[in-house]
């Protein structure tokens, strides 16, 4: 890794990032440094969408995550042996190289204030993405696709030992 042309690539990329800074080149020019300062990290939207699923899904208020349909071929997934539930269904991620932008689609408890379960899961998605991630959650959008009434049966069973 001494080519000199791909450090400067590496460098011209981070410049040309919206928000990055670029690095600094250690005193002296040479390659030594923090050796955290070595190579790119990438993280792939699954990653983020089941980090968002998962910080979801721990606020109060909230039933389920996805659409109807969604829900519908999740549950009969579930069922399936060697099937595994998914953990970022209904979740949408965008990821860039320094932020990311989340879109989330949920179903609440009847009786909840919706306008606090969003706002409770917003500040859950982005204090649990930034925190394990590093990236700058930019926004998250919320979708309500629906309303757990009491008395309705649940698409997704609680998790039963067979």
Request: aromatic share 2%.
């Amino acid at each position: 890794m001494t080519d000199t042309g791909q450090r400067k690539t590496s460098q011209t990329l981070q410049k040309d990032s919206p928000g990055a800074t670029p690095a600094k080149e250690p005193a002296g020019g040479g390659l030594g440094g923090a050796p955290g300062g070595r190579g790119k990290t990438t993280i792939a939207d699954g990653v983020v969408e089941k980090i968002a699923g998962l910080a979801a899904r721990d606020v109060e208020g909230v039933h389920a995550m996805g659409g109807g349909l969604a829900r519908t071929f999740g549950a009969v997934r579930d069922r399936v042996p060697g099937g595994s539930k998914s953990v970022s269904r209904g979740v949408k991620a965008e990821v860039g190289e320094v932020q990311t932008a989340l879109d989330l689609e949920i179903v609440v408890e009847y009786g909840v204030s919706i306008a606090d379960v969003a706002r409770d899961v917003r500040e859950n998605v982005v204090t649990a993405v930034e925190r394990m991630t590093g990236l700058e959650v930019v926004e998250v959008n919320i979708a309500v696709s629906d309303v757990k009434l009491p008395d309705e049966e649940d698409d997704e069973p609680e998790g039963r030992l067979q």
